[in-house]
C-alpha cells in the first residue's frame, strides 16, 4: 500500500488502518474496541472472529441490521433517545450486547407510533435481513435467532491484521 505521496505504508499504518476502518464502521470510540478486543481474546474461538461477532451483537448495530433505520449513527441516537425495547424494558444503551431469543421492538408510546418512526418504517425491510435476525414488519419487532454468523470478507475487514496490530 502506498500514500498519495508515493511512500510504502509501513506494517504498522496498514494494522492501524484495518483497525480504525472496524471501529469507524460500527461507530466505536477507541477504548471500547480495546475492551471488546480484550474479550474476544477470553473466547476460545479465533479472536478477530470473535471480535466482530461481539460487534454486530451491539444494540445499535442489531437496530441497523433489522433495517429499522438507514445508518449505524442513526440507529445509536434512535436507541439513545430510548426508541427501542429489549425483551419488553426500554434500553437506550447502544453497547447493550443482545444474546439469542432477544426481542427488540420499538418502543410503543401512549398517544401512537411518533410519525417519523412511522416514516422510517415504511417499506421495511430496506434491506436483506442477515439469517441470525427474523424480522416482524407487522409488529415492528425483530428476534435474535442466534449468534451472529458473519464472515470478515463480508465486511470487508481483515480481522488477521487487527489482531496483529494488538498482539505487538
Same mark, same amino acid.
Given at each position: 500500500?502506498?500514500?498519495?505521496?508515493?511512500?510504502?505504508?509501513?506494517?504498522?499504518?496498514?494494522?492501524?488502518?484495518?483497525?480504525?476502518?472496524?471501529?469507524?464502521?460500527?461507530?466505536?470510540?477507541?477504548?471500547?474496541?480495546?475492551?471488546?478486543?480484550?474479550?474476544?481474546? $477470553?473466547? =476460545?474461538? @479465533?479472536?478477530?472472529?470473535? &471480535?466482530?461477532?461481539?460487534? *454486530?451483537?451491539?444494540?445499535?448495530? !442489531?437496530?441497523?441490521?433489522?433495517?429499522?433505520?438507514?445508518?449505524?449513527?442513526?440507529?445509536?441516537?434512535?436507541?439513545?433517545?430510548?426508541?427501542?425495547?429489549?425483551?419488553?424494558?426500554?434500553?437506550?444503551?447502544?453497547?447493550?450486547?443482545?444474546?439469542?431469543?432477544?426481542?427488540?421492538?420499538?418502543?410503543?408510546?401512549?398517544?401512537?407510533?411518533?410519525?417519523?418512526?412511522?416514516?422510517?418504517?415504511?417499506? $421495511?425491510? =430496506?434491506? @436483506?435481513?442477515?439469517?441470525? &435476525?427474523?424480522?416482524?414488519? *407487522?409488529?415492528?419487532?425483530?428476534? !435474535?435467532?442466534?449468534?451472529?454468523?458473519?464472515?470478515?470478507?463480508?465486511?470487508?475487514?481483515?480481522?488477521?491484521?487487527?489482531?496483529?496490530?494488538?498482539?505487538?
Amino acid at each position: 500500500m502506498q500514500t498519495q505521496k508515493g511512500r510504502r505504508i509501513s506494517d504498522w499504518g496498514v494494522h492501524l488502518r484495518e483497525k480504525q476502518k472496524a471501529r469507524w464502521t460500527y461507530g466505536v470510540f477507541e477504548q471500547q474496541f480495546s475492551n471488546y478486543f480484550d474479550l474476544a481474546k $477470553l473466547d =476460545k474461538g @479465533p479472536s478477530g472472529d470473535v &471480535l466482530l461477532q461481539i460487534l *454486530e451483537k451491539r444494540l445499535d448495530n !442489531v437496530v441497523f441490521r433489522l433495517a429499522f433505520v438507514d445508518s449505524r449513527a442513526q440507529a445509536r441516537q434512535l436507541v439513545n433517545h430510548g426508541y427501542f425495547t429489549v425483551n419488553g424494558k426500554k434500553v437506550d444503551i447502544p453497547s447493550y450486547l443482545v444474546k439469542p431469543n432477544d426481542v427488540i421492538a420499538w418502543v410503543k408510546k401512549d398517544k401512537g407510533t411518533p410519525e417519523f418512526v412511522a416514516n422510517l418504517t415504511e417499506g $421495511l425491510p =430496506k434491506r @436483506p435481513v442477515p439469517e441470525w &435476525l427474523s424480522l416482524d414488519v *407487522e409488529n415492528l419487532e425483530g428476534k !435474535v435467532l442466534s449468534d451472529p454468523i458473519i464472515s470478515a470478507e463480508e465486511m470487508g475487514i481483515e480481522t488477521r491484521l487487527i489482531v496483529e496490530f494488538y498482539s505487538k
